[in-house]
C-alpha cells in the first residue's frame, strides 16, 4: 500500500505538470477547429445567392466606389485538381482554369463579370485587394481603381522536367505571383499592368497595397513547408510559428522586375488573411488561421535594428491579439456609417477538423461560421459574436465575408447589415441580411 500511495505521488507530479502545461492548448485546439462543434443552420431574414459568381476565396470592399471586388475560380473541379493552398498539384487542372474578376453592387445585389486585357496564361485566384487610383485625373468625372490578386501558377521547372519524364524532387510545383490590374468603375475590362514575384512568396496567401499603394505591397505565406507531413504538423501546432509577411516594393511604370522584398513579419502560426484597419491609418490586421487569432497591428517603416536589408522597408508593429473559437480566415473591417459598430468581420470554418476529409471531395460539406467582433468604447473589452452560421446546406466554406450596412430608417430604427460571404470552395457568393 505504502509503495501504490509512493507511486501515485510520484505520477501526480508528471501528471499535473502535463495536464497545466499543455491541457489548455489541448482544449483549445479542441474547440477552435471544431471537434465538438455540431454545426448549425441559421435562419435569416433573406439570403441572396450571387449565382454568377463561382470559388471566390476572398472580398474586397472599396469605400470610394461602394462596390465589392472578388477574384473566382469559376470551376470548382479545376480548384480540386490544381490548387496549391490545398495541396492540389494535379497539373491538368491548371489549363481548366477560368479565373475571373467580378465586381458586386451592393446597392442591387448583382455581379458583374470583368474581363481581363492584357493578360496571357492562367488565373488561379486567391486573395484580393482594391484601391484607388489616386493619379486618374479625367475629365469625364470618372474614376479607377487598382486590382492587385495573388494568382498561384505552376513552376515553369517543375512543368519541363514532368514533361521530360525527369525526377522532380527538389523542385517546387508552384511558382505563385502577385497581379497587378487596373480598372475604371462601370467598365468591363480590365488591364493588366504587371506580375510581381520574388523568391520570397512562397506560399502567398492574401495581399494588401501599402499606402494605397499598387507599388508597396504586403504578402502573407500561409506556410513554411509546401507540402508533406510538416505542413500538416504546422496546421495542428499552435506553436509551429514558421510563417511570414513579405514586403514587396516594385518600381513605378516597371512591368517587369524591378522587385525588392523583405520581411515585414516572421515567427507567426499559419499566417493566412491579412486586411485593412481604419479608412485614413496604417491599421492592418492579420489572422493566423488554424489557431484562431487576429492580430492587430500597423504598418511602420523599419528600424535600422530590424532584418529588413533596405531603409524603405517597413513592417508590422503587433499592438494586439484577439482569440475567437473556430479557425478564422480573411479579415475584412466594417466603418459603420450609422453609428459605432465599427468593427472586424472574421470568416471561417465551424469543423475545420473535416477539412482533410473533404477537400478533394467535389460532393464534400464543409460548415461556416461568421464572426463580428468591436471593441467596446466604454470598458475597452472586444465583443464578439457569430453573425452567420452554416451547417454547409447554404455555402460551402466561408473564407471571405464582408459587412455593408443597412440605413436604420430601412428597417424601423434596427440595426441590419447585409452580410457577403464566400468560399474557397463555395459555389457561389451569397449575401445574408444580418441583425447586427
Not at 483549445?28 to 471544431?34: F, K
Not at 479565373?99 to 493578360?119: Q, S
Not at 486567391?126 to 487610383?133: A, E, F, P, R, S
Not at 465551424?350 to 477539412?355: E, K, P, T
Request: glycine share 10%; hydrophobic share 40%.
Amino acid at each position: 500500500m505504502a509503495r501504490a500511495a509512493l507511486l501515485v505521488g510520484l505520477l501526480s507530479v508528471p501528471l499535473g505538470y502535463i495536464a497545466t502545461t499543455y491541457g489548455p492548448g489541448i482544449a483549445r485546439g479542441v474547440t477552435v477547429l471544431g471537434i465538438t462543434r455540431t454545426p448549425v443552420a441559421g435562419v435569416y431574414e433573406s439570403v441572396v445567392t450571387l449565382e454568377e459568381t463561382g470559388v471566390c476565396e476572398d472580398l474586397a470592399y472599396h469605400a470610394d466606389s461602394g462596390l465589392i471586388f472578388t477574384a473566382c475560380e469559376q470551376s470548382l473541379e479545376s480548384r480540386l485538381s490544381w490548387f496549391p493552398p490545398l495541396v492540389h498539384f494535379d497539373t491538368a487542372g491548371v489549363d481548366k482554369s477560368e479565373g475571373a474578376l467580378f465586381v458586386i453592387d451592393p446597392k442591387t445585389r448583382t455581379a458583374e463579370r470583368v474581363n481581363i486585357v492584357h493578360y496571357k496564361g492562367p488565373f488561379i485566384t486567391h486573395g484580393i485587394d482594391v484601391v484607388t487610383d489616386t493619379e486618374w485625373d479625367k475629365d469625364d468625372g470618372s474614376s479607377a481603381v487598382y486590382i492587385i490578386a495573388i494568382n498561384h501558377l505552376p513552376n515553369p521547372h517543375y512543368l519541363s522536367a514532368l514533361a521530360k519524364g525527369a525526377s522532380t524532387a527538389g523542385i517546387p510545383k508552384a511558382r505563385s505571383q502577385i497581379e497587378v490590374l487596373h480598372y475604371i468603375i462601370g467598365s468591363s475590362i480590365a488591364r493588366h499592368m504587371r506580375s510581381v514575384w520574388d523568391p520570397a512568396v512562397v506560399t502567398p496567401n492574401d495581399v494588401v497595397a501599402v499606402g494605397g499603394s499598387p507599388n508597396e505591397l504586403l504578402v502573407t505565406n500561409d506556410h513554411f513547408h509546401r507540402e508533406g507531413r510538416l505542413r500538416s504538423v504546422e496546421e495542428l501546432w499552435f506553436g509551429a510559428a514558421w510563417t511570414s509577411t513579405v514586403y514587396l516594393r516594385t518600381v513605378p511604370g516597371k512591368e517587369v522586375g524591378g522587385v525588392t522584398a523583405s520581411v515585414a513579419t516572421e515567427k507567426l502560426h499559419n499566417n493566412n488573411g491579412i486586411g485593412h484597419g481604419r479608412p485614413g491609418t496604417s491599421e492592418i490586421a492579420i489572422t493566423s488561421c488554424a489557431s484562431g487569432r487576429l492580430r492587430l497591428g500597423n504598418v511602420v517603416k523599419a528600424s535600422s535594428s530590424s532584418s529588413s536589408s533596405s531603409s524603405s522597408a517597413k513592417v508590422v508593429n503587433f499592438t494586439e491579439v484577439v482569440e475567437f473559437d473556430s479557425v478564422i480566415d480573411n479579415p475584412s473591417y466594417f466603418s459603420d456609417p450609422y453609428g459605432d459598430l465599427s468593427g472586424w468581420i472574421l470568416p471561417g470554418l465551424s469543423r475545420a477538423v473535416d477539412l482533410k476529409k473533404t477537400f478533394g471531395d467535389p460532393a464534400g460539406v464543409d460548415p461556416s461560421i461568421v464572426w463580428y467582433a468591436r471593441k467596446d468604447t466604454r470598458t475597452g473589452e472586444w465583443v464578439k459574436k457569430v453573425l452567420f452560421e452554416d451547417d454547409g446546406s447554404r455555402i460551402r466554406s466561408a473564407s471571405g465575408a464582408v459587412l455593408v450596412a443597412i440605413d436604420p430608417k430601412e428597417e424601423g430604427g434596427k440595426r441590419k447589415g447585409w452580410l457577403y460571404v464566400t468560399g474557397f470552395v463555395s459555389s457561389h457568393v451569397i449575401v445574408v441580411k444580418v441583425d447586427l
